[in-house]
């Protein structure tokens, strides 16, 4: 992720930067927990998509495997970690745009756009949305991602409702389809993002785009 401006960074707070902590003998509570969350989000952005390991990680930290089991069971409970703040982050997101905008395009609009920027901040999690990241790890795991972007595509039916009793005539068949557009639209700038080694910025071209897709 990067440091300036991913909300990871905020929550562990000015403790830790580009993975590094202050020196301290004994770490506070849950410190160690977010710091190894945060190096395996930074070790997920290798444009090469290599699999991390427990071992890589814990060199990566400067610990032993054995340390990383202190604060996680298991590395997919790591995972679980990860996908707990993507869950927590998007939906709140998505709270303060419904909150502000009270058309429903322009709720569309900003989730949208949100789900792309979210995703130039936190490339690594771009891995974890996409799944590459959870090939060969607890099924569960896919699972759980699933169940996150079928949340997301909700919302957006949500919002689409809302723009349709706002003025748009006769258009409740296709409000499950521009859900599912709008989300194809958003993964497929996740995987161009994802195979460009993290060059090719999502929100590139975003307002041009969201209105082909939401001209119907």
């Given at each position: ?161 809302i723009a349709q009793s706002q003025g748009k005539d006769g258009q409740a068949d296709i409000v499950s389809m521009q859900a599912a557009l709008l ?12 195979r460009s080694g993290f060059k090719k910025l999502p929100s590139d071209g975003i307002e041009s785009s969201l209105r082909i897709l939401l001209a119907?």
């Amino acid at each position: 992720m990067n440091t300036s401006s991913s909300p990871l960074d905020q929550e562990l707070g000015s403790e830790l930067n580009g993975g590094e902590t202050k020196t301290r003998k004994r770490p506070r509570p849950g410190e160690r927990r977010l710091q190894i969350l945060q190096i395996l989000a930074e070790m997920l952005q290798n444009p090469r998509g290599e699999r991390v390991t427990t071992a890589a990680l814990a060199a990566k930290i400067g610990v032993s495997e054995a340390a990383l089991y202190r604060h996680f069971a298991s590395k997919a409970q790591m995972f679980e970690g990860l996908i707990a703040f993507i869950e927590q982050t998007v939906f709140g997101l998505i709270n303060q745009i419904n909150q502000k905008e009270e058309l429903g395009t322009a709720q569309v609009k900003g989730i949208v756009q949100m789900l792309l920027v979210f995703a130039e901040k936190n490339p690594g999690m771009v891995r974890v949305l996409l799944g590459d990241a959870l090939l060969q790890e607890d099924d569960r795991l896919q699972e759980r991602i699933n169940q996150v972007l079928d949340r997301v595509e909700a919302s957006l039916k949500q919002s689409l409702r809302i723009a349709q009793s706002q003025g748009k005539d006769g258009q409740a068949d296709i409000v499950s389809m521009q859900a599912a557009l709008l989300m194809s639209f958003v993964i497929g700038r996740w995987h161009r993002f994802a195979r460009s080694g993290f060059k090719k910025l999502p929100s590139d071209g975003i307002e041009s785009s969201l209105r082909i897709l939401l001209a119907a």
